[in-house]
């Protein structure tokens, strides 16, 4: 077979940086240590990593295209398996982190039901890896974190955020009175998504929203005109 | 020569700006094409076209494959040395291009390597991939030396021999004189002359393109 696998082209040619690498591999540890501390303390990290992954996969696919820097693995091939390489090459680093921080929680618990390896848990890591892709896809890198992170911060400043993620905490059946405010509460700060308990039908509500994210991105990778920069200029 | 591919009615339009225009071309097993131009005329958006990398804003690209698209692991192209990515390690791009095929021990970054080196790094890896039976180079002799000029012009000769189709486009009409087997002309996007392996300037029209020929005249 002497097809390139696209996998192992996007990670040899646009890897994900070292640096956040290095920060994933910081907060997996840390989550061992804090684990074998104090069970149940490494919640947070998950948040941690939640964050780091919306910059981690933003990392963009027209700008390289358009440079030439892909033509190899473009030639020929289905621009679906291309996106879906691109996405995994993208989402790797942190969706490893999180599952050493599930391993470790569940070490520590003797139990796989802790809130990284949940529903809810693994909703919150296919949300903020492919629709940060996804947005960033024909922009520049970290556009798509960049603007997640200015909107939660946003809604904070102007206290639309904290009441009814107190009321969720307080009271996790206001999510089944308030679907649609939970799930924009989700969706703008998704990192405490791992740490409530959500009505199943707003876990689905997040996992299709990635799904979205994913086939969106996947179809403007497909529809895309690879034209180097300076012919369309 | 039996044809690998056909193109029709291959227009082009970046807004406003128009770069092809109703462009028809075809390559053939066991031949050499030559697409010739100066900067600008629309070669590299021609190639791009015929591999599937650009969509036509109008006529179609026929591959004579069951899929009826460029094959991915049938079809080799380089574009220049500034389309490598800057930060792969040269061994790595020429291992992961070539299939493990072509042999290259420097560890640094492409972005750290001369430009002819970059140049015969994208070159030696798609050309020593296994199986192809098109290939298609974007202006292939842009910054090698007269070293790297004749292993190219020696080595896509055997691909020729080997039953492979080439399409190859220059800006300067020398690099390709006395390998191509046709030539088209471009200029401002269209076709304005073709030309067997003897090519008569008399069938060109355009000063840049009578001026390329003139390069072919031998000095006094």
Not at chain 1, 142 to 164: H, R, V
Request: charged content about 20%; proline content about 6%; glycine content about 10%.
């Amino acid at each position: 077979m002497s097809r390139i696998s696209a996998f192992r082209y996007f990670t040899a040619v646009s890897p994900p940086p070292a640096t956040l690498i290095v920060v994933f591999g910081v907060l997996a540890i840390g989550a061992g240590a804090l684990e074998a501390v104090d069970r149940g303390s490494s919640d947070w990290v998950l948040a941690s990593i939640a964050v780091v992954q919306l910059f981690a996969t933003s990392t963009g696919f027209t700008r390289h295209a358009t440079r030439g820097y892909y033509d190899p693995v473009l030639i020929g091939s289905g621009r679906s398996r291309i996106a879906l390489a691109h996405f995994a090459v993208s989402a790797a680093p942190g969706a490893l982190a999180w599952l050493a921080c599930g391993a470790c929680q569940g070490f520590a618990a003797r139990s796989p039901a802790v809130p990284a390896l949940a529903p809810a848990g693994l909703a919150a890591l296919l949300l903020v890896s492919a629709v940060p892709w996804a947005v960033t896809v024909r922009s520049a890198p970290f556009l798509g974190g960049t603007l997640w992170l200015l909107l939660s911060a946003s809604l904070f400043a102007a206290g639309k955020l904290l009441p009814p993620l107190g009321r969720l905490h307080v009271q996790p059946a206001w999510a089944e009175d308030h679907p649609l405010t939970a799930f924009a509460v989700g969706l703008a700060f998704p990192a405490v998504i791992p740490s409530l308990d959500w009505p199943p039908a707003i876990l689905l509500a997040f996992a299709a929203t990635a799904a979205l994210a994913l086939s969106g991105g996947s179809l403007l990778i497909a529809r895309a005109d690879v034209s180097l920069a300076e012919e369309g200029a | 020569m039996k044809e690998v591919l056909h193109a029709f009615g291959l227009s082009k339009r970046y807004g406003a700006r128009e770069v092809l225009r109703d462009v028809e071309i075809s390559v053939r097993e066991r031949e050499v094409e030559g697409l010739i131009g100066a900067n600008g005329a629309g070669k590299t958006t021609l190639l791009r076209i015929l591999i599937g990398l650009v969509r036509p804003s109008a006529g179609r690209v026929e591959w004579h494959q069951e899929s009826g698209r460029a094959p991915a692991d049938r079809v080799g192209h380089f574009g220049g040395a500034h389309t490598l990515p800057p930060r792969v390690p040269a061994r790595t791009w020429a291992r992961l291009v070539s299939r493990g095929r072509a042999f290259c021990e420097d560890r640094r970054a492409v972005r750290a390597l001369s430009r002819g080196s970059r140049q015969l790094l994208g070159l030696s890896a798609e050309l020593a991939r296994p199986n192809l039976n098109a290939i298609f180079l974007d202006e292939p002799w842009e910054g090698l030396d007269p070293d790297g000029s004749r292993w190219l012009s020696k080595i896509l000769r055997r691909k020729r021999e080997e039953g492979c189709a080439l399409l190859v486009s220059s800006h300067r009409l020398h690099d390709l004189a006395g390998l191509c087997d046709r030539y088209a002309f471009l200029l401002d996007g269209r076709v304005v002359a073709r030309a067997g392996a003897e090519i008569s300037p008399n069938a060109v029209r355009g000063e840049d393109l009578l001026a390329a020929l003139d390069l072919m005249r031998p000095s006094p």
